[in-house]
């Protein structure tokens, strides 16, 4: 297969990932949510005045963050404009990305935070997923 045809078709399943993460985090479903990430991932969130929200490593950190959290109805996440660096014979990928979160409920909506992420994904056991993903929240809203 052609170089630019397998860079095309890797940035579609890593954008698959990407979506794949934003509605099992909407809906809860927890597993879906994991299996976006290799077992031995990284998962940073830092607010605004540079604290950490979240600072997740190795499956265990994974599991427990995403039991507890709240899966608000109304809430949805966000990821747009990517922009990929793909080397599609190493098998790695780099992705960086606006995000929002819209916050909904009775009937009004707005933007509940919004900022970067920065992903590094690998393809193991035949599939994209995150190796790293580094979150930077630059603003909170209010619904």
């Not at 950490?52 to 265990?60: D, F, K, S």
């Not at 707005?110 to 900022?115: A, N, R, T, V």
């Not at 599939?127 to 929240?137: A, L, N, S, Y």
Request: aromatic share 12%; net charge negative; charged share 25%.
């Amino acid at each position: 297969m052609d170089r630019e045809l397998r860079i095309l078709l890797d940035e579609r399943a890593i954008t698959a990932v990407i979506n794949d993460y934003c509605h099992a985090m909407d809906a809860g479903q927890h597993d879906r949510w994991l299996d976006c990430f290799t077992e031995d991932a990284l998962y940073e969130v830092l607010l605004p005045n540079g604290s950490a929200y979240a600072r997740l490593e190795g499956r265990g950190d994974f599991v427990r963050f995403i039991a507890g959290y709240p899966v608000i109805p109304g809430n949805r996440h966000i990821y747009v404009t990517p922009v990929f660096n793909v080397d599609p014979d190493a098998r790695v990928a780099d992705v960086s990305c606006y995000w929002f979160v819209l916050a909904g409920d009775m009937g009004k909506a707005g933007i509940g935070s919004m900022g970067t992420a920065r992903d590094r994904f690998v393809f193991n056991d035949g599939r994209w997923r995150m190796k790293e993903r580094r979150i930077t929240v630059e603003g909170m809203g209010q619904t």
